[in-house]
């Protein structure tokens, strides 16, 4: 057999659907795994017949790649890619790819794409999204790292990933560590696209009292307008099955939610980038709130049950609740999209953020129609600074905003906890507010810290200090700036 155009580390489930999806698109793939016996069951199973050859160490995996050698790792993130990395550079030569399709934080990326570049070879950091469906059929592929690499791997990965309107999911986003950051802040929004549809079901379930075939009829129907998404669809579908009983299933599933950590790193990278990532935030949070199940049982009965009006009436919510849902689905990804801008003037990144959105609308788990009017944004201003001022998405949000606050209301008289809604709200009223209650704030700093603040009667950049107590003196702290 001729040599391998690819070779592939790490044969779970995600893995064996790549390399599938590779041969199906004529690649020849080697493959290898660290348990040799999932070697041969791949070859020997879903495997068969195709154009995939079985190794059985990485000498022999190296060896049957044509140069120059691409290796793609899939392998758990943290110590185990730097482990393989440091056992593959021996075996490569200078001109050689190590590829990480694995969850990686950013700055690891950043590192290895540094490291590897000291003994010649490319290293390239790669988003990968859509699940097993999508690895197997076509991901949204988000590659960084050396931008070297990318003539080297640009054919194959746009080729297996998804295609919207024939193009494909698949842009060279930046360097070093861009790929995986892009993939991370596309993680934390789907967290807050999850947390705002589930806060719309509790709110039909607890405040509406409608029956889960009537919610799943909604959100199939809500499916076809705006809200089109790949999550929005399987909503309908989730909340439409039933238990071997009949009962609806989704309520026998235990209230706790997990997380796999990308959702937390969004928001830490929001706090060191000082941008107001507030619905990403509450989505996490409200994640780990749920994990206290038996806390939150115990707090219920020594706080007594919240007291609720009678249900309201479907018919006069549910519109409410679309544009609540809608609104505050934009403020997410204004919230995303800001800490992507922020990230690349930090880092000297040039990010497109058109081909950002063009990406997101195939392949992945955030996939929705509503990615088309992202990308129209960009291509009308690749430097605006704010979702929320394109025109299309500023009407959308003031013709959304009455029921966004019934819908909040709502929340609050049933005593049913929406914090995504409501931060998406205070954020949409805090960033429009030309004057916040941030000058007391920093009145009280200089009280007790001097730390001195602007006159709105003087220049910006000027800074003064008062001696509030008359005990205080004239010595300022140092200003700084988040």
């Known amino acids: 057999m001729a040599n391998a155009d690819i070779g592939l580390i790490g044969l779970a489930v995600m893995g064996q659907n790549l390399v599938l999806n590779m041969a ?188 889960h075939d009537a919610m799943a009829e909604v959100f199939a129907s809500w499916n076809q307008g705006v809200l089109d998404s790949y999550l929005i669809d399987i909503t309908a579908d989730i909340l439409a099955a039933r238990d071997a009983d009949g009962t609806p299933l989704v309520t026998r599933i235990l209230d706790t939610a997990g997380q796999k950590g990308t959702g937390k790193w969004t928001g830490i990278s929001a706090l060191e980038l000082g941008v107001p990532l507030t619905l990403i935030g509450e989505a996490v949070f409200a994640r780990a709130l749920s994990s206290l199940k038996d806390e939150r049982v115990h707090a219920a009965s020594v706080l007594g049950p919240p007291q609720r009006p009678a249900s309201a009436r479907p018919a006069d919510h549910l519109d409410a609740l679309h544009d609540a849902l809608y609104a505050s689905k934009i403020i997410s990804y204004a919230q995303g999209f800001m800490l992507m801008r922020e990230a690349a003037r930090t880092h000297g990144w040039k990010l497109n953020y058109g081909d950002v959105a063009l990406m997101w609308r195939g392949g992945c788990i955030i996939r929705s129609t509503f990615l088309n009017d992202i990308k129209a944004a960009y291509d009308t201003d690749p430097q605006l600074a704010n979702l929320v001022l394109d025109d299309f998405f500023a009407r959308a949000l003031q013709q959304a905003e009455a029921g966004w606050r019934r819908a909040v209301t709502l929340a609050v008289e049933h005593a049913i906890p929406t914090p995504a809604f409501a931060s998406a709200l205070a954020y949409f009223d805090g960033y429009r507010s030309e004057r916040l209650p941030a000058n007391l704030l920093q009145a009280q700093r200089d009280y007790f810290g001097a730390h001195m603040y602007e006159r709105v009667d003087r220049p910006r950049g000027s800074f003064f200090h008062t001696n509030w107590t008359g005990r205080g003196g004239s010595v300022a702290s140092s200003t700084y700036e988040v």
Request: hydrophobic share 40%.
């Open 24 to 211: 199906d698109h004529g690649y020849r793939v080697a493959v290898f795994n660290r348990t040799t016996s999932r070697v041969d069951e791949f070859l020997d199973g879903p495997a068969r017949g195709q154009s995939i050859t079985g190794c059985h160490s990485m000498e022999e995996l190296v060896a049957s790649l044509s140069r120059p050698r691409k290796v793609m790792l899939m392998v758990k993130a943290g110590a185990v890619v730097d482990e393989f990395i440091a056992a593959l550079v021996p075996l490569l030569e200078p001109g050689d790819v190590i590829i990480d399709g694995g969850n990686s934080h950013y700055p690891d990326s950043t590192r290895r794409t540094r490291e590897l570049r000291e003994h010649g070879l490319h290293f390239v950091g790669t988003g990968i999204s859509g699940g097993e469906e999508g690895a197997r059929h076509g991901p949204s592929i988000m590659p960084g790292g050396d931008p070297e690499a990318w003539p080297l791997v640009r054919e194959i990965f746009q080729a297996i990933a998804a295609q919207v309107d024939g193009e494909p999911c698949c842009r060279w986003i930046g360097p070093d560590g861009a790929g995986h950051f892009v993939k991370m802040v596309h993680n934390g929004i789907e967290y807050g696209d999850m947390q705002l549809i589930s806060e719309a079901y509790a709110l039909m379930d607890r405040a509406l009292a409608m029956d």
